[in-house]
């Protein structure tokens, strides 16, 4: 029996006059992977954003595994989904280890920060970072860097897990790689929601598509439902072959 991990009630968000995103309802269901896509400024940011609570809605709820994420501590929804939002820089020389690391901050102190060092290890040599782990994150190439920040996130251990644009900056092989991951924290119990521009590769790895336009959901449901040449064409507003 499945359940939503994300519920979104009524939801819009608007900044002074600017319209963001109008009222939508909007369900991720536990255990699967969710791929929100659409044309630039359609409002898929914006949304990833409402469900991660680093926007906060104008109208409406937004529930996360039943509890609503707006009366949740900071601490609290650290430990419940982890974001990679899609401008993430570091500007001192930190290293590798010392960045990645960052994602076991909201267990510090908790029965499970005895298993820090090994679960940070274990996501590095996933992500191929062990040679640069005592490298600064400065001194990477943007792919190396994406790489970095994922691992981050991963290293949190949340349940959920937020990715705006993941994979920018990574070539075939790396997005190849990402989607192996993915598809591991499902098949492990946990739930993902990606933002991405890449239309033609969410089809294969997500259990739903949200399909964004000019604000609003245009279409939601399984890949063969959305990614179909009507739906995209009137999403991005112009004839397109699929």
């Not at 690391?101 to 029965?111: D, F, M, S």
């Not at 981050?152 to 190849?176: C, F, N, Y």
């Amino acid at each position: 029996m499945t359940f939503p991990i994300l519920d979104l009630i009524d939801v819009s968000a608007r900044s002074k006059e600017l319209i963001r995103l109008h009222a939508i309802n909007v369900s991720v269901q536990a255990g699967s992977l969710a791929c929100i896509i659409g044309p630039n400024g359609s409002g898929k940011s914006t949304l990833l954003a409402l469900m991660a609570a680093d926007l906060a809605p104008t109208t409406g709820r937004v529930m996360l595994a039943g509890q609503d994420l707006s009366k949740m501590t900071l601490g609290e929804r650290a430990k419940q989904r982890a974001v990679l939002t899609q401008e993430t820089t570091v500007s001192f020389p930190f290293t590798v280890r010392d960045v990645v690391e960052w994602g076991r901050i909201p267990w510090l102190g908790t029965t499970t920060s005895a298993e820090n060092n090994e679960i940070v290890a274990e996501v590095m040599t996933q992500l191929k970072l062990d040679e640069l782990a005592n490298r600064p994150v400065t001194s990477l190439s943007g792919g190396e860097r994406k790489r970095v920040h994922i691992a981050r996130v991963l290293v949190q251990k949340a349940p959920l897990l937020l990715l705006d644009e993941a994979d920018s900056d990574l070539d075939l092989i790396g997005r190849q790689e990402l989607d192996h991951l993915l598809l591991q924290q499902v098949k492990s119990g946990g739930s993902v929601v990606v933002v991405t521009h890449d239309a033609r590769r969410v089809g294969p790895i997500s259990d739903q598509v949200i399909l964004m336009s000019a604000g609003r959901v245009h279409t939601v449901g399984k890949p063969s439902e959305v990614l179909t040449t009507d739906s995209l064409s009137s999403a991005f507003g112009s004839p397109l072959k699929w």
